[in-house]
């Protein structure tokens, strides 16, 4: 088993900034990619960005390429969103998950490919 613990959530205007944490414990060593997910009231999971821990490649979601970034530190089982230049529309609960296995990072563009997921951390973006 593996657990996920999100922090770094709040209350910001737009054009600011966050990081989100992700520290992960267990059985770590089982995890080959974590990825970050959002969903907002009334609509659907929806992929942010993710990182395969063994080369550190990474894919986004276009709605947030160029203004968030994914990092992992290993020494830390912990995987970080840094979210710059936020607007009103990145409002939402911000979701960690860990794919154990193996596979390549666009895999884990897909939410089917996690086996655990964090708590979620409340992201709220005002105009």
């Known amino acids: 088993q593996v657990q996920l613990v999100e922090s770094g959530g709040g209350l910001v205007q737009a054009g600011d900034s966050l990081r989100l944490a992700c520290a992960a414990s267990g059985r770590t060593l089982d995890i080959f990619g974590t990825g970050w997910f959002r969903q907002s009231p009334g609509k659907e999971r929806e992929f942010v960005a993710a990182i395969r821990w063994n080369g550190a490649s990474t894919t986004y979601a276009d709605s947030v390429k160029g203004r968030f970034t994914i990092s992992g530190d290993g020494a830390k089982n912990t995987v970080y969103l840094q979210m710059n230049n936020l607007k009103p529309e990145d409002t939402a609960v911000y979701y960690c998950?860990?794919?154990?296995?193996?596979?390549?990072?666009?895999?884990?563009?897909?939410?089917?490919?996690?086996?655990?997921w964090g708590q979620g951390t409340q992201v709220t973006v005002s105009s």
């Open positions: 998950a860990a794919a154990a296995g193996y596979g390549s990072v666009y895999l884990l563009r897909s939410a089917d490919q996690y086996n655990y």
